[in-house]
């Protein structure tokens, strides 16, 4: 029989459809009984920017999962080796065969892993901006200004393009499924450029909203038609006002009232990297805890390299874990050698109180 014989063809879906629900209906076990024996998440935040970060990873897997880690977030960005759009791979990139052997040694240690893909903002760093901007100007937030990202933080997308969405929506699709992703985190932390005059489809309008409506489309995407769970960073849904945060871990450009806004199924990130002391008012407590599990959000407490600050957040954290708050997140951000990672003492002690 020729292979594009008819029979062989429908004889051939066939087999790969079965194959395919099979993988699925495997996935969705998997993850049911992670859910069931879990129900407190000590993650690990790694950035993966080469395939090499990828294998260090997968050599530590074990001892993480050993000292307690059930979470894996992998930030991967455009450092993957997108088919559908493949002028969107930045420098060394995961294979899909790199994404599926993670997976998959994760998945033998009982460990979620859950990559990342920085929605909005952050698409650019220093000198560089990311090929999403860099080949789409029409999507940037700020076009045409601020040459070499000069005065700047980050590059934003605009939220508001009518094309822009499509794009990521494909680039997530990718990676979700070559992690075999039963959740996506989407980043959208430090946007400060947002809502700008700048922008011919932004100019006026209310930053809050727009945030919102950037959430909003990436949960009807991710959530309603891929049935992922979805994570961010909550920064941008706190009013430095009344938190007494500064302008990195909560918002002064008028992004806080979309909390009011998006739904209640996505999984904040809360980060606190340093003491409170150092703000003016002292505020005594990370009083976003209070704040986002009140308004119905399942909290995930991210801290990183310092140990008053990593104790002090637990302290809070641990003060509403049976009012929404999973359990500890350990960011790196390149502060620890990925061999040392198991035994770094801030992921050592930001584990204990939830072990
Ligand atoms: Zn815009």
């Keep these: 029989m020729r292979f594009t014989h008819p029979t062989f063809l429908f004889t051939a879906r066939v087999i790969l459809a079965s194959l395919c629900l099979a993988g699925a209906a495997r996935a969705s076990s998997w993850i049911e009984e992670w859910r069931a024996s879990n129900p407190v998440w000590r993650g690990v935040h790694v950035l993966a920017r080469s395939a090499n970060d990828a294998h260090q990873v997968e050599a530590v897997v074990p001892a993480l999962a050993t000292n307690g880690m059930n979470v894996l977030i992998l930030e991967v960005d455009f450092n993957f080796a997108f088919s559908a759009h493949p002028e969107m791979r930045e420098g060394s990139v995961l294979t899909r065969e790199d994404a599926l052997r993670l997976t998959t040694v994760c998945h033998q240690h009982g460990v979620r892993l859950i990559p990342q893909f920085n929605c909005l903002g952050h698409q650019s760093w220093a000198k560089q901006t990311f090929p999403l901007l860099r080949l789409h100007p029409e999507f940037d937030e700020t076009p045409d200004k601020y040459p070499q990202n000069e005065g700047i933080y980050c590059r934003s997308w605009c939220p508001q393009h009518p094309r822009v969405n499509a794009l990521a929506f494909s680039l997530m699709d990718e990676i979700a499924e070559a992690f075999q992703a039963d959740a996506m985190h989407i980043g959208m932390d430090e946007v400060f450029l947002i809502a700008s005059p700048d922008c011919r489809w932004c100019r006026g309008h209310n930053p809050a909203q727009l945030f919102a409506k950037s959430i909003q489309d990436m949960h009807r995407h991710l959530v309603g038609e891929r049935h992922l769970d979805l994570l961010l960073w909550a920064d941008r849904l706190l009013d430095s ?7 990195w871990e909560s918002a002064t450009n008028g992004t806080a009232a979309a909390i009011l806004q998006i739904p209640r199924d996505i999984i904040l990130c809360d980060w606190h990297y340093e003491t409170l002391d150092k703000y003016e008012g002292r505020p005594k ?11 119905g959000f399942r909290v995930w407490p991210t801290g990183w390299k310092t140990m008053a600050a990593v104790d002090a957040l637990n302290r809070e954290g641990l003060a509403h874990r049976t009012n929404g708050v999973l359990g500890y997140l350990c960011s790196t951000w390149g502060a620890v050698k990925l061999s040392e990672l198991p035994n770094w003492p801030p992921l050592v002690e930001g584990f204990r109180p939830w072990r």
């Design 285 to 295: 407590k990370y009083g976003s805890i209070d704040e986002l599990t009140g308004h």
């Design 241 to 247: 006002r009344t938190m007494g945060y500064g302008e």
